[in-house]
């Protein structure tokens, strides 16, 4: 009888390959997402040419997407409202709201549209110094963000569903690991794909997007039944979620720290990686494709080893313990890059590690700490003090990067090979930056009077031809380089703060025995929810 009753007890989540098997298909479905917000960077200069954009443009496009998600918070919303409806209903709804908007997208494009096709007159009506292409574009991508942070939120609580208990870690590691290979694959196969349909990255895109959402309406089967499967456990319904459980999470201190440790650690990852080809390209003289291949190699890592991690937490633990050994390498591989020029390997490996260290534990750890119903809120609500964090962040590296190499963006866009080509250099358009070049370059190149030389002889010689072109050519090539080790040092100054709250979250989790320190496997559900 007993073992009867342990059968009927059974749900699908106990089966290996029924859970595996769901965490592919919604690992799919979270994948396109990640593939489609890079769909449009093989095509920039298409778009360019053949639409009429211009740069800013093209980057307003691109910016459209972050505006629901980091002036609307709507990760936050987003994550209350999977908590309040439920992932099936939710799910359909933002999965639906991004494949709409990756459609827009797609059709701004397009031949039809552009030449007068449904919709074209209606955007043409209104802010008419825009094109009609542009505007089109910027709503599909401005829905397909509204969409896209909230569906990241829905697959994460639905692989908590399903491996809590279980393998967590390791499944979240290899959900974030497939989204990153996908989001690697898109301009690789985005440039092959151009050739000969310029617009056809975007239409494969818009297609992917499209099964990817069925994917999540297969999904929507056995969700049911292992819902079913779950309320028939229950002695007594679970209490539904209202919006207070939301806001009690800002008043727990392990929350507060993990999120803070969130946004100190990928204060360290994301800018990083927008600026590490730059780096590679003046700290250790790489050229552009080199810079470019050693630092696509560390998401690919990442990919593989976040997994690792994830298993060595879910069957050892110690999840405290190794969010502050990843935050001290991080710290270790930034301080390496800015303070010393040893060959800049050593310091990846470190920061290859990091990446993949800290997340792969971080982000079931929400799962120990918050109760199921409340977790689409907790990690909507990280997800956005996330992005406010790096939106400020990206920013201030910008500044010091400008501010501790006064003059160098200056000599870069006056060294651009456009503006030297010796048919298209105007004398009076150049001038001033021949000035500023002639102000500025002592202080810059430490007094160097061989380079106040050059550009003197390059400046006074303009407009008369090739030979004071290819002087300056010689001179820029040479001379024009940041100086990043601030920008990066302050990188790792966000890492020792991370080092801090990763302490201070492994003292609450003593204090109020969470069970950071144990092996995901030994929980079966809530260790002690706040």
Known sequence: MSEIRESMRKTLADSAGMRWGILLLVSFAMAVNYYFYDVLSPIQEELIKKLGLSEGEYGSIIAAYSIPNVFF???????MICDRMGVRLSGVVFFG??????????????????????????????????????????????LFGLGAETSAVIISKIVIKWFRGRELATALGINVGIARVASSLTISVGAWLADPVWNRPVLVGFIIMVSGFI??????????????????????????????????LLTVPTFVYVVLLCVTFYAGVF???????????????????????????LPLAMAGITPLFGMLYDFRGKGATMMIWGSVLMVAGH???????????????????????VPAVMWPSLAKIVEEKALGSAYGITFTIQNLGLMAISALIGIVLGATNPGIAEVKRFCDQS???HEKVNAQQIAPACRKLLDETATTHRGDVAVVDDVRAFCETLPDGRPAVEKGKELCSNRAVYDYTWPILMLAIFGVIGVVFAFLLKRADRREGYGLELPNKDIKGDSKPA
């Open 73 to 79: 918070l709507m990760a936050a919303i987003g994550g």
């Open 97 to 142: 709201v991004m494949v709409v908007g990756a459609g827009l997208t797609w059709y701004g494009t397009t031949d039809v549209f552009n030449q007068g096709g449904p919709g074209y007159a209606f955007f043409a009506s209104f802010l008419t110094e825009h094109s009609p292409a542009f505007k089109m574009m910027f709503l599909g991508f401005f």
């Open 271 to 297: 800018p990083f990686m927008k600026y590490a080809v730059d780096l590679m390209q003046n700290k250790f003289a790489m050229d552009k494709q080199t810079a470019g291949i050693v630092v696509s190699v």
């Open 335 to 357: 301080g390496l890059l800015s303070l010393t020029s040893l060959s800049p390997y050593v310091a990846l490996v470190l920061l290859g590690i990091a990446f993949s260290l």
């Open 215 to 248: 994917a999540f309406l297969i999904y929507l089967l056995p969700d049911t039944i292992y819902e079913r499967q779950l309320a028939a456990q229950l002695d007594e319904p679970e209490e539904p979620f209202r919006i207070k459980d939301a806001l009690r």
């Open 419 to 421: 503006t030297l080509d």
